[in-house]
């Protein structure tokens, strides 16, 4: 049974940083594509950055240069360093995997079939 499970989230002032992860169990997630998404209530979820079976990247531009996906095999967990935090990062976030080992990765929602539970991030002015 696959499973993700994130932490991290909290309530930071703008210019800080936090820290996300995600636990996945029940496949290898070297095999997969893997990626954070959030959402804001009223809006649909949006694509943060992906990382693909071969480590390629693609992150949405609001968050380049700013937030960085790392993924530990051996583990099985993916993390989200995000920095230079805005108060339009406020969303709740969520971990995700790809649909099988061989759909798309990409910053798109239909192509992922896993989900966590989601954590909130908010960030004041």
């Known amino acids: 049974q696959v499973q993700l499970v994130e932490s991290g989230g909290g309530s930071v002032q703008a210019g800080g940083s936090l820290r996300l992860s995600c636990a996945g169990s029940g496949f290898v997630a070297s095999s997969f594509c893997t990626g954070w998404f959030r959402q804001v209530p009223g809006k649909e979820r949006e694509g943060v950055v992906v990382?693909?079976?071969?480590?390629?990247?693609t992150y949405a531009d609001s968050v380049k240069g700013r937030f960085t996906i790392s993924r530990d095999n051996a583990k099985g967990t993916l993390s989200l360093q995000m920095d230079s935090l805005k108060p339009e990062d406020t969303a709740v976030y969520y971990c995700?995997?790809?649909?099988?080992?061989?759909?798309?990765?990409?910053?798109?929602?239909?192509?992922?079939?896993?989900w966590g539970q989601g954590t909130q991030v908010t960030v004041s002015s």
């Open positions: 990382i693909g079976r071969d480590g390629t990247t």
């Open positions: 995700a995997r790809g649909v099988s080992r061989w759909s798309t990765c990409a910053l798109l929602s239909g192509s992922f079939s896993h």
